[in-house]
């Protein structure tokens, strides 16, 4: 009789660990989304994949991780480019990877990260259905080989803070509902091929802090309502086809430090705000400005970068540059300046570099006045 009780205790201890194992193990439903995604993609060098084996998708599989308590996977994070040892172990500094993303990772609906990133060789599109993940959070896709265009429905996730599709071949326009995103902090569609105009309601972003959007082919004017992004310190527009004026709104805007706007078609003044706001580096290079560089630095003027070159600006180099707190670099190449080049500081640490290429500009560092 005491054998029968003693299997019968060992039967329930078997099937107590099989169910707890059962219950701390991630969903079948899980497990099955990140094998078909891995399925889509060929990663030669490292073996990353090698870990992806047995039952339980949240014990040691490289790079995700999921919730403590539901077991469900939350963060996919794979990066091309890392100090982790398994990159250290193989002697390579970056990886390379092949395929394309799988829609199967739209039934990750438990997804808060989602980091495919710097593997070079991933191509194919941006799911559709990833805007359907409503805990979504980051999306960092940059430096693949992507290309279709962003979701129209990106705008559903309502949850996302980071969007970094830079470096990839994406083209089509920036979707308007991207203006929904209210919680959007960062977004980086950098070195693409995005055209159309950047969407008016831009300013619709309450909590973006960086807008990183150059080396595309976006057209059409900047937007006036950029400047009702509070928290916006990082403006990155060069290297597109913006045309038009430059708001005077965007110096005056609280935080904004970073301006850059050249390789553009932007015509008219240079808004006087620019020069005394909290902006420190500013390139405006290689436009169609025109008029004067405003008479008005003072103390509140702190450039770290100021590159006016390369656009059509005439007249004096105003004398109250030298009342600035600070200019590190300085170039007002290529224009249709006159006079001369005042001196004491910034001008006195410049180079001719900085000056040439203009209608009649002497003095110091360029030729004297008066000889020809």
Request: glycine share 8%; net charge positive.
């Amino acid at each position: 009789m005491s054998s029968v009780r003693f299997f019968q205790t060992i039967s329930v201890a078997v099937l107590l660990l099989a169910l707890t194992a059962t219950v701390h193990s991630c969903p079948p439903s899980d497990r099955a989304a990140l094998l078909a995604f891995k399925a889509a993609l060929h990663e030669p060098k490292l073996g990353i994949f090698t870990s992806w084996t047995g039952a339980d998708c949240c014990n040691k599989w490289y790079g995700v991780s999921c919730d403590k308590e539901s077991r469900r996977v939350a963060d996919i994070n794979l990066r091309g480019e890392s100090e982790d040892p398994i990159f250290q172990k193989k002697h390579h500094r970056t990886g390379y990877m092949t395929g394309y993303i799988s829609p199967a990772i739209c039934n990750l609906n438990r997804l808060s990260s989602f980091t495919v990133a710097d593997w070079k060789g991933i191509s194919g599109e941006i799911p559709r259905c990833i805007s359907t993940l409503p805990f979504l959070r980051i999306i960092d896709l940059i430096g693949n080989r992507l290309t279709g265009t962003i979701p129209t429905d990106i705008g559903k996730l309502q949850r996302l803070t980071v969007l970094n599709i830079a470096d990839n071949a994406i083209s089509g326009n920036i979707p308007p509902s991207l203006t929904n995103l209210r919680s959007l902090m960062h977004l980086d569609i950098r070195n693409n091929q995005i055209s159309g105009p950047i969407p008016t309601d831009f300013g619709r972003l309450p909590m973006l802090s960086r807008a990183l959007l150059s080396g595309n082919k976006l057209t059409g004017p900047i937007p006036e309502s950029i400047s009702r992004i509070y928290r916006l310190a990082d403006l990155d527009l060069s290297r597109n086809q913006v045309s038009g004026p430059i708001p005077e709104s965007l110096g005056k805007m609280a935080v904004l430090s970073t301006l850059n706007l050249d390789m553009n078609k932007i015509s008219g003044p240079i808004p006087i705000s620019l020069f005394n706001s909290g902006i420190s580096d500013l390139n405006l290079s290689r436009n169609g400005l025109e008029g004067t560089i405003p008479d008005v630095f003072g103390v509140r003027s702190y450039f770290t970068v100021l590159d006016l070159s390369y656009n059509h600006l005439k007249g004096p180099i105003p004398k109250s540059m030298g009342s600035a707190s600070y200019i590190g670099h300085l170039d007002l190449s290529y224009n249709h300046l006159c006079g001369k080049i005042p001196i004491g500081d910034p001008f006195d640490h410049l180079e001719a570099s900085s000056f040439v290429y203009n209608d009649c500009l002497c003095g110091k560092p360029l030729k004297a006045c008066g000889v020809n």
